[in-house]
């Protein structure tokens, strides 16, 4: 090798020094996990005095829940935990993680069994519940020559089947013979059959695989099941479960309601005030026009002229005409007509009629007979 090609390569070897390749880390695969003691790891109790058997055990925040009675092949549970430590294993076969994980089972029987958490979550929320899950089922003990651990006996199987549930009111068993509420949304199951897998060299295994479901929250908590429940009665009906996980999202109409109902007020207010206001200041002021009454005070005249002909009226009988237009010409000579003295004119009138009087009594005593 040359020294240039040897200088090249230590070049390279002092950039890759320098200029390291980006860091991996790894991802939660359920953050914000609300569920308590989801990897199984954190510690187990003994279930007798819940109902269970004495012998039963649970990981610790998890409940026990079983049935049995529904057939003559049904059986309570046996629950255990599965601890790879205590039985000097290395082999991380039955735990999907660490080094525990929950476990129940029955032998020559069926079981309708499983483990429940409640949890508390926003009322209205879409929640998804998750858990892993590993079947051993079967009539006989096989041994797989990839790993040299149990698998099942598909020839004979228990026909196991693997549920979640959400109960989205919150409601638990009363009791561990009793089921979860008839309101729990359940997954669909998974068959023993659909776990068995192949390594690269063709070997079965049974596999660990990941079944979920989804509810919208009806209160403020719900409650998660694991279940498992095989049909018939061989030898071994086993679950394994680990590694659970709840993710929720949460509602957002009450932002929105707010933000709708404040809009409201302003369109109602604007459309009522203007039309009201507007209209009545009109109307109003047509009215003025009604001041054409003043042609009303044409009666005045017509009064007057019904007073001048009443006045007139005595002086027909007597040339009063003539005496007005005399009355205004000479000024001066006012007072020596006798339409113009009022006393003249009574003392004409007692004359007249005196004068008369004496006539006619004159000519009635002529027409009566002489008294001789």
Avoid at 51 to 64: D, F, K, L, M
Avoid at 169 to 196: H, I, K, Q, Y
Wanted: with cysteine; net charge negative.
């Amino acid at each position: 090798m040359s020294w240039r090609r040897i200088l090249n390569v230590v070049l390279i070897l002092v950039v890759l020094a320098c200029f390291p390749g980006p860091v991996m880390v790894a991802q939660d695969p359920c953050p914000g996990n609300p569920l308590a003691n989801a990897s199984m790891e954190e510690g187990s109790r003994s279930t007798g005095g819940l109902g269970t058997r004495p012998s039963s055990i649970v990981v610790n925040a998890w409940n026990p829940w079983s049935v049995w009675g529904y057939s003559q092949y049904s059986h309570e549970a046996e629950f255990d935990v599965e601890d790879i430590t205590r039985l000097d294993r290395y082999s991380t076969y039955r735990v999907h993680t660490g080094s525990y994980s929950q476990k129940f089972s029955t032998m020559f029987g069926v079981h309708d069994a499983g483990i429940y958490q409640r949890v508390a979550v926003p009322k209205g929320s879409l929640v998804t519940f998750s858990i892993w899950v590993q079947i051993y089922t079967g009539e006989e003990s096989m041994i797989s020559d990839g790993n040299n651990e149990r698998i099942s006996d598909l020839n004979h199987p228990g026909n196991y089947r693997v549920y979640v549930g959400i109960d989205p009111f919150g409601d638990v068993p009363p009791g561990v013979g009793a089921m979860p509420s008839e309101r729990t949304v359940w997954s669909d199951p998974v068959l023993d059959r659909e776990t068995r897998r192949y390594d690269d060299q063709g070997m079965p295994y049974d596999a660990w695989v990941q079944i979920q479901v989804q509810a919208k929250a009806e209160a403020d908590h719900i409650t998660v099941y694991a279940r498992g429940r095989p049909e018939f009665p061989v030898k071994f009906n086993v679950s394994y479960w680990d590694d659970a996980c709840l993710t929720y999202v949460a509602p957002t109409p009450a932002a929105t309601a707010t933000a709708e109902f404040t809009p409201t007020p302003a369109p109602t207010l604007l459309p009522t005030f203007t039309p009201t206001v507007v209209p009545t200041a009109r109307p109003t002021e047509t009215p003025p026009p009604t001041e054409t009454p003043l042609p009303t005070e044409t009666p005045l005249p017509t009064a007057t002229l019904p007073l001048r002909p009443t006045e007139t009226i005595a002086p027909t009988e007597s040339p009063v005409p003539t005496s007005t237009p005399t009355r205004k010409a000479p000024p001066s000579g006012a007072g020596s007509e006798p339409g113009d003295n009022p006393f003249m004119l009574l003392t004409f009138a007692a004359l007249w009629l005196t004068a008369a009087g004496y006539i006619g009594w004159s000519l009635w005593k002529e027409r009566q007979p002489s008294a001789g």
